[in-house]
T-cell receptor
Framework: EAGVAQSPRYKIIEKRQSVAFWCNPI?????LYWYQQILGQGPKLLIQ????????DSQLPKDRFSAERLKGVDSTLKIQPAKLEDSAVYLC???????????????FGAGTRLSVL | DQQVKQNSPSLSVQEGRISILNCDYT??????FLWYKKYPAEGPTFLIS?????DKNEDGRFTVFLNKSAKHLSLHIVPSQPGDSAVYFC??????????FGKGTRLHILP
């Protein structure tokens, strides 16, 4: 079974530039998550999709971050414009079952490491 | 304000001995507790979990203990092997289904 695919693996941009990350979840997984992991911290949830609808985006900085999940499969996360403090690893995860189900295991991709200079 | 605390940034353990990783949480409303393991340049992978209605769950060399009165969670690895060297994240699930991760503990297994 193929895992969660993310691209690119690394990205270096200057502040105020735009950047986009792509995620392809495990086939058949209805729920998709984007996390931000700053160096030395644990992953922090940015946004959660159930199929192609947003379940939770309360921690997404909506003035500069946006995300979409077209047709309930692939997803993109965009930052525009980027700030220095956006330097982090952006992780995508997916889960088979809907939210609220016991032991709803999330499967993570390898992440995209973003450096904002 | 951290809701999930892993107070040891790193831990070194001799191969074959027991590794004990600790985690404290602040909210008694969490209903599920998880451990994830992360190798460099990879995403976290699910290791083991425990429901709030239990106090122990075992899976091979890995056992998770939950002490609800102390709001404390621990992961025991016995015996420790070189492949166990990784960062371990404690995570909790709230009743509104959000998962909150701790900062992680880096485990080094010494030969």
């Amino acid at each position: 079974e193929a895992g969660v695919a993310q691209s690119p693996r690394y990205k270096i941009i200057e502040k105020r530039q735009s950047v986009a990350f792509w995620c392809n979840p495990i086939s058949g997984h209805a729920t998709l998550y984007w996390y931000q992991q700053i160096l030395g911290q644990g992953p922090k949830l940015l946004i959660q999709f159930q199929n192609n609808g947003v379940v939770d985006d309360s921690q997404l900085p909506k003035d500069r971050f946006s995300a979409e999940r077209l047709k309930g499969v692939d997803s993109t996360l965009k930052i525009q414009p980027a700030k220095l403090e956006d330097s982090a690893v952006y992780l995508c995860a997916s889960s088979l079952r809907p939210s609220g189900v016991a032991k709803n295991i999330q499967y993570f991709g390898a992440g995209t490491r973003l450096s904002v200079l | 304000d951290q809701q999930v605390k892993q107070n040891s940034p790193s831990l070194s353990v001799q191969e074959g001995r027991i590794s004990i990783l600790n985690c404290d949480y602040t909210n008694s409303m969490f209903d599920y507790f998880l451990w994830y393991k992360k190798y460099p340049a990879e995403g976290p992978t699910f290791l083991i979990s425990i429901s709030s209605i239990k106090d122990k769950n075992e899976d091979g060399r890995f056992t998770v203990f939950l002490n609800k009165s102390a709001k404390h969670l621990s992961l025991h690895i016995v015996p420790s092997q070189p492949g166990d060297s990784a960062v371990y994240f404690c995570a909790v699930r709230s009743r509104d289904d959000k998962i909150i991760f701790g900062k992680g503990t880096r485990l080094h297994i010494l030969p």
